[in-house]
């Protein structure tokens, strides 16, 4: 999955607590995003980065946090969890800057109950 | 509104014919386009990609199609394999990428 590494790949939580989905990128690459795909939703932008320091909203950012002090690391965090952020997260990077490919890793599956 | 649209949410097709995925936009400013097929459980997987400025791109079995005047994306597979069976998904953006719903494929032996 070009080098993008999520964890973890499983979680339970309940309504309120926080966690932190980690996604990694052992290739350099400046563009890293994470979705959300529900069913019948296909797949949603919640936040982007186009570079460490730089981050911006996608479609759905309310109640997720996104930072990027590095190239090869961008956490998503959720505050307080609700269970309408029941989903599988996945994390894209892009490769390069003329082709506009987006490599996914393998997800997280996150229950909130 | 929804940008990236798939209308048809299955297709099913004999094995050895084509396949044909459909995918509309809405917005003009859209750099490129995506296809990506996907498996229960794994992340999308990438298939073949457009830029804007082109209308036409192959890789092997796969063509993707791009009719900009009216913002029509096509994917066409031939020939069509059972290995093919997944559900796909056409994508369209620069910095924020806009998926579509996913149509089911279904290629029978």
């Known amino acids: 999955n070009a080098g993008v590494t999520q964890t973890p790949k499983f979680q339970v939580l309940k309504t309120g607590q926080s966690m932190t989905l980690q996604c990694a990128q052992d290739m350099n690459h400046e563009y890293m995003s994470w979705y959300r795909q529900d069913p019948g939703m296909g797949l949603r932008l919640i936040h982007y980065?186009?570079?460490?320091?730089?981050?911006d909203q996608g479609e759905v950012p309310n109640g997720y946090n996104v930072s990027r002090s590095t190239t090869e690391d961008f956490p998503l965090r959720l505050l307080s969890a609700a269970p309408s952020q029941t989903s599988v997260y996945f994390c894209?990077?892009?490769?390069?800057?003329?082709?506009?490919?987006?490599?996914f890793g393998e997800g997280s599956r996150l229950t909130v109950l | 509104d929804q940008q990236v649209k798939q209308n048809s949410p299955s297709l099913s097709v004999q094995e050895g014919r084509i396949s044909i995925l459909n995918c509309d936009y809405t917005?003009?400013?859209?750099?490129?386009f995506l296809w990506y097929k996907k498996y229960p459980a794994e992340g999308p997987t990438f298939l073949i990609s457009?830029?804007?400025?082109?209308d036409k791109n192959e890789d092997g079995r796969f063509t993707v199609f791009l009719n900009k005047s009216a913002k029509h994306l096509s994917l066409h597979i031939v020939p069509s394999q059972p290995g093919d069976s997944a559900v796909y998904f056409c994508a369209a953006g620069t910095y924020k990428y806009i998926f579509g719903t996913g149509t089911r494929l279904k290629v029978l032996a």
């Open positions: 980065s186009v570079g460490a320091g730089i981050t």
């Open positions: 894209a990077i892009r490769e390069g800057t003329n082709t506009g490919e987006l490599f």
């Open positions: 917005n003009s400013m859209f750099d490129y």
């Open positions: 457009i830029s804007s400025i082109k």
